[in-house]
């Protein structure tokens, strides 16, 4: 009898321990949400300071020059198929994977001071377990383990398109939300990552959709969809993965936070992005008003693509607020808003002139006459092979300054 009193006390410390930021969060070595914040295993707040590796397993236009041209994944490889064939494209993706991002570029990101990697992921390289996209991340992991850096996974293109515009790679409509099967494969592949990852610390956590559902007015009519797939998601990552915080983005472009109820897991943090909007209280404000009615963290997972001043004032905003922050992207071409960037190749312009034109289209003998020669795009793509890699990058000093960084020696 005269133990009995302690009962009580063995329930009550159990239920500690089963709350979110108790021991036992602690003790499995994640990092995890605790009221309007992440912290570490060992209870201290985290403010993360990251960039995104885009343009990795996800190829846009853009950073690339083809402005008015492809601009989508697949409209990219297209290209690059027509240029070299098939056979040789598929090799150069493949080395062009490998060389993008290598140790030594982990290696100075730590160096410079960030703490973060946000992924941005193409779902195909992610249909079966082994695969092409699990040996590239596999091999990121252990260097951001060696480097101390966290790294968030993003569907940037999920199956079927979330979006509705080239960056999910989509037939330009938003499928995911009319596709019963579209959404099951994104639950299977969501499932599939979680269980492969739900171990590894150095994972923080899963950006379940980038940008859901463009502003146009013709696809909001799915707003109402976006949080019971996340729910439905998250359902399925809890049977396998109880450790890793899982990330909502809102509607519209991830600005749009009114689709959103009370929170409907314990582990949760919500993301936006923002670009080429004043940086002051105004921008951020209905993101700060979110984050104290559900008592949940916000972050930052895009912005930037701008003057040096313009991210130092919007970086030194959101620090103001204690928001975290992954800017966009770490790599392009010919380019300073970035931490590195690399150098245009040999007859780029030509390509870029080249590409304006409508693909596979039209009169086959006047498209091969206009093509630039199988030389010339050789000789291009193989420099771009070259010039990605780390240590033929060049540092932009100015913007890691703007992000309150440092510039480490190469």
Request: proline share 8%.
């Amino acid at each position: 009898m005269k133990n009995c009193p302690r009962i009580p006390l063995l329930f009550l410390a159990l239920a500690l321990c089963l709350l979110p930021g108790g021991p036992l969060w602690a003790a499995t070595g994640f990092v995890h949400t605790r009221g309007q914040q992440l912290v570490t295993p060992d209870g201290k707040t985290l403010l993360l300071r990251g960039t995104n590796l885009g343009n990795w397993l996800e190829p846009e236009g853009y950073m690339f020059h083809f402005d008015g041209g492809p601009q989508s994944p697949r409209e990219i490889e297209q290209l690059f198929n027509e240029l070299i064939g098939p056979v040789a494209a598929t090799k150069f993706w493949q080395q062009y994977r490998q060389n993008y991002i290598t140790e030594p570029d982990v290696a100075f990101l730590h160096q410079a001071g960030f703490n973060v990697v946000r992924v941005p992921m193409h779902y195909k390289f992610f249909e079966s377990d082994p695969s092409e996209g699990f040996a590239l991340m596999d091999q990121l992991v252990q260097w951001c383990r060696r480097y101390h850096l966290y790294i968030i996974l993003d569907m940037h293109c999920a199956p079927g398109g979330q979006t509705g515009a080239n960056i999910d790679d989509s037939w330009n409509y938003p499928w995911l939300y009319e596709s019963p099967e579209e959404q099951q494969r994104l639950i299977t592949i969501w499932q599939r990552i979680a269980h492969h990852y739900s171990n590894e610390p150095t994972i923080l956590g899963y950006d379940l959709l980038n940008e859901p559902i463009a502003n146009f007015p013709e696809i909001e009519k799915y707003n109402k969809d976006l949080e019971p797939i996340y729910k439905r998601v998250t359902a399925a990552i809890r049977q396998v993965d109880t450790h890793h915080v899982v990330i909502l983005g809102g509607a519209q472009w991830d600005g749009n936070f009114s689709i959103f109820g009370p929170p409907f897991d314990k582990n949760v943090m919500y993301t936006f992005h923002q670009y080429w909007m004043p940086p002051t209280q105004d921008a951020v404000q209905k993101f700060v008003d979110f984050r104290a009615r559900y008592n949940v963290p916000v972050w930052l997972g895009e912005s930037g693509e701008n003057t040096d001043a313009w991210v130092r004032q919007y970086r030194e905003l959101l620090e103001k607020n204690q928001i975290g922050w992954t800017f966009w992207p770490y790599k392009k071409m010919d380019a300073t808003s970035s931490p590195v960037s690399f150098n245009r190749p040999p007859h780029w312009d030509e390509i870029i002139a080249f590409a304006k034109h409508p693909l596979l289209t039209g009169d086959a003998k006047q498209q091969i006459a206009g093509r630039p020669s199988l030389a010339d795009s050789r000789e291009a793509l193989q420099a771009i092979l070259e010039n990605v890699k780390f240590a033929n990058c060049r540092v932009n000093s100015g913007y890691l300054e703007a992000l309150g960084l440092r510039t480490p020696a190469k």
